[in-house]
């Protein structure tokens, strides 16, 4: 299997019930999303070049697909008793969670997901050795593999075999995984910012390619109207919690006094009536392509960006 270098983009997510902590993390020279620990009850990112550390309430745990803090039952293990990652097509065996910066690792088994295992602290999964390892001794997208002389190529994690070549063996919007006439899989991961078109089967920018990974003619579609002056725009003395509409995948929260822009997944967009992020089926037009919608509207007519 061939891999791409790139590790895939944590976006931020910012709920209800959780509060911002700054310091520690070495932000200066990390790409927004870059993950530097995390537990059931604390994510710690890199955002604006500062530390953003996510800290769930009491009742709520961290949920790695999503990377918000969720009730219990409805995230996913080890924090969790929900549902978690799908090994559809995948061969038994340990695999790193790069949503997670690797700090995470689960294992399927028969196609089934069967648990999910953590790192110490400092170490990133090693897909090679099956250990988890120093990020300089693991080859990208897990680690810099600053001291390995060739990063081999990784385990396929498709069964490729008997397979019509350019078939699809795994596919989600960060990573594309297709069999070639050998038997074997070529995996595509994208680079932060860019989804999996499926159409071109190369990595693009979410505004160029359709739903559900991308967002084009979606946010082109909403309705021109002039922005209203927002809450957001005066975080320090708006209540914490507040919400803003940015466009069809971004929106403004304020916590804590601190101004945070909130991008949805891939696959998401922003629910403009609830705020926050859902699945693009369940999001009325302009954003979403729900049916027999009532009409959306803010003061009495149209959908306003604030």
């Known amino acids: 299997m061939k891999m791409s270098n790139n590790c895939a983009f944590l976006i931020l997510v910012a709920v209800t019930g959780v509060h911002l902590v700054y310091g520690q993390c070495d932000c200066a020279n990390r790409p927004d999303g870059y993950v530097c620990s995390v537990g059931c009850k604390e994510l710690r990112r890199c955002f604006n070049r500062e530390q953003v550390v996510l800290i769930c ?26 549902s978690d990652k799908n090994c559809t097509g995948r061969a038994d065996g340990p695999y790193p969670d790069i949503e997670t910066g690797c700090m995470t690792y689960y294992t399927c088994s028969s196609g089934q997901f ?29 680690g810099t ?7 081999p190529t990784d385990p ?22 297709v069999c070639d006439e050998n038997g074997e899989s070529n995996t595509l991961v994208c680079e932060p910012g860019t989804v999996v078109d499926l159409t071109t089967r190369t990595c693009r920018p979410r505004a160029e390619v359709l739903p559900p990974c991308g967002t084009a003619g979606l946010s082109t579609a909403m309705p021109a109207t002039t922005a209203l002056p927002s809450l957001c725009d005066d975080c320090p003395n708006a209540p914490s919690g507040t919400k803003c509409l940015i466009n069809c995948n971004e929106y403004h929260e304020c916590l804590e006094g601190v101004p945070v822009r909130v ?11 609830l705020l926050e992020c859902a699945m693009i089926s369940d999001v009325c037009p302009p954003c979403g392509t729900k049916e027999d919608c009532a009409t959306q509207n803010q003061a009495d007519g149209e959908l306003v960006l604030g």
């Not at 991008?263 to 922003?270: M, Q």
């Open 57 to 82: 309430g009491e009742y709520e745990v961290i949920d790695f697909e999503s990377a918000r803090c969720v009730p219990q039952e409805d995230a996913s293990p080890p924090c969790g008793t929900g």
């Open 114 to 142: 069967a648990h999910r295992q953590f790192c110490p602290d400092g170490l990133v999964f090693n897909i090679i050795n099956e250990v988890c390892d120093w990020p300089y001794n693991v080859c990208p997208p897990c």
């Open 145 to 151: 593999g600053e001291n390995v002389v060739i990063c």
């Open 156 to 177: 396929d994690p498709c069964n490729c075999t008997n397979t019509t070549p350019g078939t699809v063996c795994y596919s989600d919007c960060q990573v594309l995984s």
């Open 263 to 273: 991008t949805c997944d891939a696959d998401l967009v922003v629910d403009p009536v």
